[in-house]
């Protein structure tokens, strides 16, 4: 799992630290580690020392000569003895971020990575794609963001319209203010030791396959777009519904105070080799002539429109009931509805159409 790494990667500042100190914070995760590391060609100054408390002191590295270099307590104490080190040890190394932006895109199967600036906190690893043209921005927070201001942080993301990921390193790496400016983009936010492991060869692998790990926001992405023109609460009744003819191709319909106008083709009611209203809109406009109340008619296609409109209703609104029931020989709506905005054809007019 080399769950120690993601962790080191945390804690030790983007500067970078000795060879040393980041083989004892990664233990037996170094091995993976180290090829995601670079010579800086700086000269190390101090190195933790993490045997005599928690957290480790600070020593001075001292050089008397290539090969006489020494760790002395820097504590005015001295808590802690001197220790030898060598050449290789005290060698200045920083995360590699071009070849671990490389390995994660890889491995998650992103496409399109920009090459990170040595100063950005956030990096954008690439594009997760669904099909040709649709996917969802990935990006990595490199070491922790508690206190900062998230805002400023986190401004690339916020950039991004629809389905977006933010990979923290570890659990520990987003404080709550973090989270909730996250939340607040609609950014998914996930763990990197969650997402990859190593293989035996120290290549980064995902820990499932990335169709698996993204199987969220790929829904998001895949789900088929809700085409109603205007889907009601979930808790909405037909009997709440208004529904009236301001003339002969357009209707208002109002709910909860709020009215809103539509014609055949928002309603799926047009005929297109026409280029007409449909037999369904017909219906609609008898039903307001006569105030919400016509015979049913005998079996036939007549019924067949009528069940044709409830269905686009519906569909329109999204109120799944019926809106327009059969009682004692008649079609009655649900909803209120009638045509007084018309000025031919006023309520009971085309009672027999529809026979």
Not at 1 to 28: N, Y
Not at 36 to 57: D, K, N, S
Request: glycine share 8%; aromatic share 6%; proline share 5%.
């Amino acid at each position: 799992m080399a769950m120690k790494i993601w962790a080191a990667i945390e804690a030790i500042p983007a500067a970078g630290a000795t060879r040393k100190h980041w083989k004892v914070v990664s233990g037996d995760d170094w091995s993976a580690l180290s090829p995601l590391l670079r010579a800086t060609g700086l000269e190390a100054e101090t190195i933790p020392c993490f045997e005599v408390q928690q957290g480790g002191c600070i020593r001075r590295i001292v050089r008397h000569s290539v090969d006489n270099i020494r760790a002395a307590c820097g504590e005015p104490a001295g808590l802690c003895k001197s220790d030898k080190l060598t050449a290789a040890e005290v060698e200045f190394l920083a995360l590699d971020r071009v070849r671990l932006v490389q390995a994660l895109g890889q491995a998650l199967e992103l496409e399109g990575a920009m090459v990170p600036r040595s100063d950005q906190r956030v990096l954008y690893l690439g594009s997760h794609n669904v099909s040709a043209g649709k996917g969802f921005p990935v990006f990595l927070l490199l070491g922790e963001a508690q206190y900062e201001d998230a805002a400023s942080i986190f401004a690339e993301v916020e950039c991004t319209v629809g389905p977006k990921v933010l990979i923290a390193l570890t659990r520990h790496g987003l404080g709550d203010q973090a989270k909730a400016y996250l939340n607040k983009l609609g950014a998914k936010q996930m763990h990197l030791d969650k997402l990859v492991g190593f293989d035996f060869t120290a290549k980064l692998i995902p820990l499932s396959p990335p169709e698996e790990l993204f199987a969220e926001m790929r829904s998001q992405l895949t789900a088929v777009p809700d085409t109603a023109p205007w889907r009601l609460p979930s808790s909405a009744k037909w009997e709440e519904v208004s529904l009236h003819f301001i003339s002969d191709d357009k209707i208002t319909v109002s709910h909860n105070r709020i009215t809103r106008t539509f014609d055949a083709s928002e309603l799926g009611m047009m005929d297109r080799r026409k280029k007409l209203p449909d037999t369904q809109w017909a219906l609609l406009k008898i039903i307001a002539q006569n105030r919400g109340r016509i015979p049913m008619p005998e079996p036939g296609s007549a019924r067949k429109s009528k069940e044709s409109l409830s269905k686009k209703l519906s569909a329109a609104f999204g109120i799944e009931s019926d809106p327009i029931k059969a009682s004692k020989g008649e079609y009655i709506a649900s909803y209120i509805t009638n045509a007084d905005g018309l000025t031919q054809g006023k309520q009971g007019a085309s009672k027999t159409k529809f026979r």
